[in-house]
């Protein structure tokens, strides 16, 4: 008899980063276990009510389920770390429960409360996943416990190399619209580019805190387009038609969607050495840049644009390491560490 996983998503009928890096693994795993998808609220302190009400809901519907595996979507910051702690406490606890951390803020442990409700949640947890080996070094500076511990990837859905046939040079910027994940610092960038401006095209998709300020300091740049939050099905053909993507981010995140997409489809990715980047990409499938810093963005730019042999050379070198990230190979990773934490190895 297939073995039930129970897997948490905060929205399951709706669009989301964590929905997209793991729907397609979920699909490959079908054949394996039986896969139950149940909703995990956000939380929100501006609305604690409401929050509180959704997650005792979670905590009620989860109870009543009986699984081999708990799979919950998570991340390591101040917001989850009370919301996990809260639900943990009350769970009744009807099998083995796994966390996977898409993003982190080890810092937070400094504080003792938050490091008396992280113990507890270990105590209650029989594996925890990292996206990237930084993040699962720095938890484990506060909690050592090696044998909870995976690193584990997200997925994306097999690519397929794609040769642009239009003359106009297009970057991709897709994000949350915030000031750490290096928006402001690709738009001043683009005033330092000592390239022909009209044969230039800035897309900048996403939603964000910042996302009407950057519209209105792009209104009198004409290659820089904002288009704000569209689905991901629309994404699609911005990822297949740009020259590279622009991430030069320094928020608290593991291993953003946007650049296993852009492997996928063989894309030159301009990023920070940071986290999951630092962990799987190297100067062979990307330029690396400082955090904060225009000119070097407009350096790396400016060399993929002059340098079409160099530029095909990342892109080939991207689609040949996005294979590690299908999500046939992540099931695999996903199918040994749920059969650990299982069976208790």
Known sequence: MKK??????????????????????????????????????????????????KLYKSVKDISAIKYDLLHVNTAYDKKAVIRDFIFLLLLKKNGKIFFKYHGSKPFIAKNII?????????????????????????????FINDRKYYIIKNSVKDGKF??????????????????????????QSIDLLNIDKNNLHVDIIGDGELLNNIKNMCTNIECIEVHGRISEFDALKYYKNCDLLVLPTYHDEGLPNVVLKSLSFGKPIITTRIRGMKHYLNDENAIFVKRESPSEIARAIEKLYNDYSFRKKIAMNNFKLAPIFYAQNVAREYNAIYRKVISNE
């Open 4 to 53: 039930t996983i129970l897997f948490t998503l905060s929205s399951p009928s709706k669009d989301s980063a964590i929905k997209t890096a793991e729907i397609c693994t979920l699909e490959q795993l079908k054949n394996e276990y039986k896969i139950r998808i149940i909703s995990y609220g956000d939380f929100y302190f501006n609305n604690i009510i409401s929050a509180l009400k």
């Open 114 to 142: 938050f490091r008396f409700f992280t113990r507890v949640i270990i105590r209650r947890i029989d594996g925890f996943g990292f996206l990237s080996n930084d993040e699962m070094l720095q938890y484990k500076k506060w």
């Open 162 to 187: 794609i040769s642009k046939s239009s003359s106009v040079f297009r970057i991709l910027f897709i994000g949350r619209v915030i000031k750490t994940k290096g928006i402001l610092d690709l738009i």
